[in-house]
């Protein structure tokens, strides 16, 4: 009896006792007699806990308990020896079928891709006389790997196809010199003592079909049309009904490229990569992230993705990705890396994705920076924004992570290049020195107030001990940013924004209470009944930049801003920070806030000057020296306490702008040094309070308040 005869017998009397019935326990299919839906079976059959292939002269399966001796349902699979009908079927049944290859006794197994994802372990019976007992051999069970059983003449090899290919790299060499055409598949010998796998599975795949439509997207000038990019994407869930393989490549007019992928099977879906070197060269299929990082653009649609258009009854789970070049710009005439205006469309609305989808540009050449935005293809022309989109820069490259399916660019803001670079540094090294220094008195100031709380504090005082403390507490999360920055954390860099972004904000209200205080002071002769005023001052000035803070860190404003001094793509040329994102927030909340907090305290110290000089009439002339050096100290104490200095920001254009940034930031950097001079100055003034005198002593505290607290040098006058 030869070695195919007791597997034909088994499969004859099967076919003969039930033919086509349901109830049988099994499918049959053979040379002949087969089907496409017989062979799609394949992959349920394979997906049993054993898969029993056998090595025959036909091709055929079973599926069923009791067969054999076996108790469990197992899949028996019946391979044809250097069998070629598969080879009349799509990708996806030759990729479900093992193949077997005789080439001078020596066998080898031919596996493909999906049986490796699905982890599948296929005992492999060969040699004479295999009949239905040699499956009542020890399973080897979890230590199934690359194992031999013998009986007798007929051999059982057990093999882990995760285990023994997962890990073989591409060989494209030795696959050329097996077969000329050999690709999509993973070669085992059978024969072989030791573990063995030859990767012959292409990672770049080109789509199996070829799809042509007659669109027109652009107008005469070239320049796609977005309004029609758009319908062509809305439109893309009929074209995948009408694809027989499992990826099309679709061409649309010049400058319109895209790839479909569809899955049949819901339940195994993966993630899918597209990726392309140029605008002009077509787009691929990749098999796997390592071969994805050779590419210069790359995209990474997660599993994820896939799962949410199947809950909203997707009946054929498909990712359509297109590329537009040239496509028409929008209102403000926005610059998109190049000139590559991305889509993706799964044929049901998917955002709020938590496995985000990657966009990456790598080995770019461009002039400005670099910012990830998004598009829902409504309107006659694009409407980029930011929201949903993360833009992360590295050495390597721009990432972009998004959370929806839309269209994606990468718009790019022009280089500020009055700045050169020289100024670039020079400024940096002016202000991590200055802020340095800043927190150095700040630090003096808060240390003697604690030490000096025997003295009652005016309210003056206690207006600036709040100043000082959000003064010194903006420069430190100004000097740590950049460092946090880089760390790459999208998390703790939203919270290193918001926290620095609510200081900036909290510092410029308390300059606004210095004027408030200033200016009631004036108008009350120092004598404020307000019930609590302090208590009140505290909670505006510490609770309303708290609030803006909280609703911006909510709706995803802050995030990894880059500064870029070079007119180059080099990330060593770019300083990282957390700052806001979006522009326009920044110019409201910041410009504009702060243009209010510097109308009210540049009135306040054009009454103050005017007071002083009042003041320094009544008191008399003293020398001239004495004079100028004293109204100097005057007005800078006025200014810095008042946060004039940062209004230098304004002038920052134009002409003026690399003057006005010196001078902000020099100035700026001595704003610590003025206000612990101020401290130091009116602390002197009060004598230590007793409890006798406290009465006293705070209504002499209000009623020198004026003096004391809008002349730092006061005493210096007289």
Request: with cysteine; hydrophobic share 40%.
């Amino acid at each position: 009896m030869t070695r195919l005869s007791w597997t034909a017998l088994v499969l004859l009397m099967s076919i003969l006792q039930v033919p086509g019935s349901s109830n049988s326990g099994h499918d049959c299919s053979r040379n002949g007699n087969s089907n496409k839906n017989n062979f799609m079976d394949i992959r349920n059959c394979f997906k049993q806990k054993k898969s029993f292939v056998v090595v025959d002269s036909f091709y055929g399966n079973i599926s069923a308990t009791n067969y054999w001796g076996q108790t469990k349902v197992n899949c028996i699979v019946f391979v044809e020896t250097n069998g070629i009908e598969l080879e009349n079927y799509t990708r996806t049944i030759q990729d479900t079928w093992p193949k077997i290859k005789n080439n001078s006794n020596i066998l080898k197994l031919h596996i493909s891709k999906w049986h490796i994802d699905q982890r599948v372990h296929m005992y492999v019976l060969y040699g004479t006389f295999c009949s239905g007992t040699q499956l009542n051999f020890t399973d080897p069970g979890e230590n199934c790997s690359f194992n031999t059983t013998d009986t007798g003449s007929c051999h059982i090899r057990c093999i882990d196809t995760n285990t023994v290919c997962k890990k073989s790299a591409y060989d494209k060499e030795k696959c050329s010199t097996m077969a000329p055409n050999l690709q999509n598949e993973y070669i085992i010998d059978i024969n072989s003592t030791t573990t063995n796998c030859i990767n012959c599975n292409d990672p770049v795949k080109k789509p199996e079909e070829k799809k042509v439509l007659n669109t027109t997207l652009s107008e005469k000038g070239g320049e796609i049309i977005a309004a029609n990019a758009a319908k062509l994407m809305n439109d893309i869930s009929n074209l995948a009904a009408n694809i027989n393989g499992s990826s099309a490549e679709i061409s649309v007019g010049e400058g319109v490229k895209g790839v479909l992928v569809k899955e049949t099977h819901k339940d195994e879906v993966a993630e899918v990569l597209f990726a392309y070197q140029s605008p002009n060269d077509s787009i691929n299929i990749i098999d796997n992230t390592e071969t994805l990082k050779t590419f210069s653009r790359a995209v990474t649609l997660p599993k994820e993705a896939f799962d949410k258009a199947i809950a909203q009854n997707v009946s054929i789970p498909f990712a359509a990705f297109f590329r537009f070049i040239n496509m028409a710009k929008d209102e403000k005439n926005s610059t998109v890396l190049g000139n590559e205006v991305l889509a993706i469309e799964m044929g049901a609305a998917v955002a709020n994705l938590t496995d985000k989808i990657n966009i990456v540009f790598t080995n770019m050449t461009y002039r400005g920076i670099p910012s990830c935005h998004s598009w829902n293809g409504q309107g006659s022309q694009p409407n980029w924004t930011s929201d949903g989109c993360v833009t992360n820069i590295t050495k390597h490259g721009i990432t972009c992570q998004c959370s929806h399916l839309t269209f994606f660019a990468i718009l790019m803001t022009p280089l500020n290049e009055t700045i050169s670079d020289s100024d670039f540094k020079n400024l940096t090294i002016i202000t991590q020195v200055g802020c340095g220094l800043s927190m150095f008195f700040l630090a003096i100031v808060l240390f003697m107030h604690f030490l000096s709380r025997r003295i009652k504090a005016t309210n003056a005082t206690k207006i600036l001990i709040n100043l000082v403390c959000a003064l010194f507490l903006l420069n430190l999360t100004f000097l740590v940013n950049n460092y946090v920055a880089n760390l790459n954390n999208s998390v703790g860099c939203k919270i290193m924004a918001a926290l620095m972004h609510y200081f900036m904000l909290a510092t410029f209200t308390w300059f606004a209470a210095q004027a408030f205080h200033l200016c009631l002071s004036l108008y009350t002769g120092g004598k404020i009944a307000i019930h609590r005023y302090i208590l009140k001052i505290a909670i505006t000035s510490w609770i309303l930049p708290s609030v803006i803070g909280i609703v911006l860190l909510c709706i995803g404003k802050y995030g990894e801003q880059v500064i870029s001094y070079q007119n180059t793509g080099n990330a060593a040329d770019r300083v990282m920070m957390c700052w806001i994102t979006d522009n326009s927030v920044h110019l409201i909340i910041n410009i504009g806030y702060y243009a209010l907090v510097f109308l009210f305290t540049f009135t306040t110290f054009i009454i103050m000057m005017s007071w002083l000089c009042c003041l320094r009439n009544v008191k008399g002339a003293k020398a001239k020296g004495e004079q100028s050096s004293i109204n100097i100290l005057s007005v800078m104490g006025l200014c810095f306490m008042l946060g004039i200095t940062w209004g230098f920001a304004f002038f920052a254009y134009g002409v003026f702008q690399v003057p006005a940034l010196y001078l902000f930031t020099i100035l700026n950097s001595f704003q610590g040094f003025f206000l612990f001079v101020y401290y130091y100055k009116t602390s002197r003034m009060l004598p230590p309070a007793s409890d006798e005198k406290s009465s006293s002593v705070s209504n002499i505290s209000d009623k020198t308040s004026l003096s004391s607290f809008t002349n730092p040098y006061s005493n210096w006058l007289s």
